[in-house]
């Protein structure tokens, strides 16, 4: 896949969809093939600079404790002291209004163990427990501004129970060279990453909020 092939589908997508009153993401839909999902080393679970701005920024939560409370503030769209755990692990509903609002939390490693036993319930099951993976455990003494910047153009690329995985690459107003920046970034990860490269990708789909999906290239490959 190229980007020639994206622009293709992008002007496919363009000339079909029917004009709406507000501005549409662009989703990108990559379905797999030939992955035994129930073998851990077969599971997809990546996480992926995009090269470009997307429509939607990834919004961050910050479990911290004193050390990092004023930079979390300025840098973070959501902060949770370590004092204020108390309020959440006695209303389990507040855990899934933070778990809805965003995509990624980063906690200051020393409080790791509390947030585990807070969150955890709640996060764990919707992936989104704060990975060291992503660079979200965090030491007391860090530098915030740069994780968030970095958090805020990155996806999570994650097939665990099911051969497909979608995610927002941009919108109607974005440009057809960035959006296909940012797939190619994406597909480029998966073919480094799965045990038969691109050959365990079925198909690759981009697709309007409302309309109907166009395939990249070719509809599947051999």
């Known amino acids: 896949m190229n980007k020639d092939d994206v622009k ?3 002007a ?6 029917k004009k ?3 501005s549409q993401k662009i989703d990108l839909i990559v379905n797999f093939k030939e992955l035994d999902l129930k073998k851990p080393e077969q599971q997809v679970d990546l996480f992926v600079q995009l090269p470009k701005p997307r429509a939607k920024k990834s919004k961050i939560c910050a479990f911290v404790g004193p050390e990092l409370a004023e930079q979390a503030k300025n840098a973070m769209d959501t902060v949770v002291l370590h004092d204020q755990f108390i309020q959440y692990a006695q209303n389990p509903k507040l855990i899934k209004k933070l778990a809805s609002a965003h995509d990624f939390f980063v906690a200051q490693a020393n409080i790791m163990p509390d947030v585990a036993k807070t969150f955890g319930r709640i996060l764990g099951p919707r992936n989104k427990m704060p990975n060291p993976k992503a660079g979200c455990v965090v030491p007391p003494n860090a530098n915030l501004a740069p994780v968030a910047d970095k958090l805020r153009s990155t996806v999570r690329v994650l097939a665990r129970t099911q051969l497909s995985f979608k995610t927002i690459v941009g919108d109607e107003q974005t440009s057809e060279d960035d959006i296909a920046d940012n797939i190619l970034a994406i ?3 998966l073919a480094h990453h799965l045990p038969l490269e691109d050959n365990n990708i079925k198909t690759v789909l981009l697709k309007y909020t409302m309309s109907a999906p166009v395939a990249i290239g070719k509809e599947e490959k051999p």
């Open 8 to 10: 293709k589908a992008l």
């Open 187 to 189: 597909y480029s990860a």
């Open 12 to 17: 496919v997508l363009k000339a079909n969809a």
């Open 20 to 22: 709406r009153k507000f």
